[in-house]
């Protein structure tokens, strides 16, 4: 029996299964509100600062925001709204509203069934005729069956 096409189709199975568990996980981030610029009293000429920096970021469930040593977590996706604890500063422009979005993407994966053992998908040869195939599906089984072990999450 050739192995070239029984390796190429495990081979295959391997990276199929490997490319379905890629996916691309970003993990929580904090910002610091204002960038270099900071939680501070936009000036007369900067009134729309943080809804300018607010429209350059994507927020998350999961991320938090840093107002200097105050750090807010974002725990439930929606609009957020923050401002100054001081009334002028909040009429000058230190607020801030911001959507935030579901939990970053996370790796889904499915619950893998094993396929049964290849030997009982083959087909019994006839008890007249006697070959030596045993041995390579029984040695494709065992591979199998150790890909899966390893190949499962």
Not at 47 to 54: E, H, I, V
Request: proline share 9%; with cysteine.
């Amino acid at each position: 029996m050739n192995m070239a096409p029984l390796f190429s189709l495990l081979l295959t199975f391997f990276l199929i299964r490997m490319a379905s568990m890629n996916a691309q996980v970003e993990a929580s981030k904090e910002f610091k509100v204002g960038d270099a610029n900071g939680w501070r009293q936009p000036g007369e000429n900067e009134t729309g600062l943080y809804n300018q920096w607010a429209a350059k970021n994507r927020f998350h469930v999961g991320d938090s925001l840093r107002f200097h040593n105050t750090v807010i977590d974002l725990d439930k996706p929606g609009p957020a709204y923050f401002i100054s604890g001081d009334p002028d500063h909040c009429k000058n422009g230190q607020r801030l509203v911001i959507e935030v979005m579901g939990p970053h993407s996370t790796p889904h994966f499915r619950p893998f069934i094993a396929a049964p053992p290849v030997s009982s998908m083959a087909v019994s040869p006839s008890p007249l005729a006697s070959s030596g195939e045993s041995a390579p599906v029984t040695m494709v089984s065992g591979l199998l069956a150790l890909v899966v072990t390893f190949v499962t999450p």
